[in-house]
């Protein structure tokens, strides 16, 4: 045991980010540009290297959001039970299960019910009705059947379009962000695979396994679970990365780009506005991007460059402070 420790263990001076940058950028040249279709979900899911760039530039919401729900008891059991869950997942708007229709002659909005999309998505007429109200608010509204007819408070053109435009994007049920869900099974458990993601939106839906929601969009996950997550998610996602295009780079060489990545408390990028933009140095950055830019600033504020990284001692041609150059010999005269 001893002997494996000492062998994973890195020696005093090593440069260890140059290392991860070769172990992930020269596998990162044979990685292809095609799209990866999961299981169950209609989108096509960035992979390879769309998605390797999506992390590192680390973008508010990637491309295309997934969520993997996993289900409590019977529910991951029996496939019935866990389309019933997904099925109170999937965001209704009223626009799809109704036509919304303006008549500016008699300056009222006209929403006539599809009887069988009801159906279809599970919905209730009654719930409609009274989200029409509450959207509405101060206005007359006159209900038939399967039509709903609404003279706005204020009777503007402008008003009633705009009024349309909102019932048009109201929520009837569902959670919001979320598009679809499908149900796929894995090993003996059913669990749902949605398009679209919100964490805290499927918290109180009954059934479901909170502790093992996961989510591809670290962003989110950063915003509700914390940087510590983030960090896990984010070590987890550039692996699938790799595994998905059979490319084997150890772990560790992620952990030190993602730790460097969320080390601020927050996720930074690694372009000229993130991490490469922040460095210590006033060379190292003018080394990177916008030369002139650093440079000048630097002048005009008088700052001071300490030497201690790499970058700057090869510019101004000085051992450096990596490995052997690390040690300093001190003599008594």
Do not use: C
Request: no cysteine; aromatic share 4%.
């Amino acid at each position: 045991m001893a002997v494996t420790e000492e062998k994973g263990r890195i020696a005093v001076g090593e440069a260890v980010g140059i290392v991860a940058a070769q172990s992930i950028g020269e596998p990162g040249t044979q990685m292809t540009m095609r799209t990866f279709h999961y299981a169950g979900v209609a989108e096509q899911v960035p992979t390879g290297l769309p998605r390797l760039i999506e992390l590192v530039d680390a973008r508010k919401t990637p491309k295309k959001p997934l969520m993997d729900i996993y289900l409590l008891g019977a529910n991951a059991k029996d496939e019935k039970k866990a389309k019933k869950v997904a099925s109170e997942l999937d965001a209704v708007f009223l626009e799809r299960i109704a036509d919304i229709s303006e008549d500016f002659n008699a300056k009222k909005i006209v929403i006539e019910i599809d009887e069988l999309e009801l159906k279809a998505n599970n919905v209730d007429l009654e719930d409609v009705r009274k989200k029409v109200k509450e959207e509405v608010g101060q206005g007359t509204i006159e209900s038939r059947e399967y039509s709903i007819s609404i003279k706005p408070k204020l009777t503007t053109l402008r008003a009633i379009r705009r009024l349309t435009n909102k019932l048009k994007a109201l929520q009837i049920k569902g959670v919001a962000g979320i598009r679809r869900s499908i149900v796929i099974k894995d090993k003996n458990e059913y669990y749902i695979r949605t398009s679209g993601s919100n964490i805290l939106g499927v918290k109180d839906i009954e059934g479901i396994d909170f502790a093992r929601v996961y989510t591809n969009d670290v962003k989110e996950v950063e915003r509700v679970l914390g940087i510590e997550a983030a960090r896990n998610a984010m070590v987890h996602e550039f692996k699938q990365v790799l595994d998905l295009q059979n490319l084997s780079v150890d772990v560790r060489h992620l952990m030190l780009l993602t730790d460097a990545m969320t080390m601020g408390g927050a996720i930074t990028s690694i372009g000229r506005h993130g991490l490469a933009g922040q460095k210590a140095g006033v060379l190292a950055r003018a080394a990177y991007e916008e030369t002139i830019k650093h440079l000048v600033n630097a002048s005009v504020k008088a700052e001071e460059d300490k030497l201690i990284g790499v970058t700057e001692n090869i510019i101004v041609g000085q051992t450096v402070p990596i490995g052997t150059g690390l040690v300093k010999l001190k003599m008594k005269l």
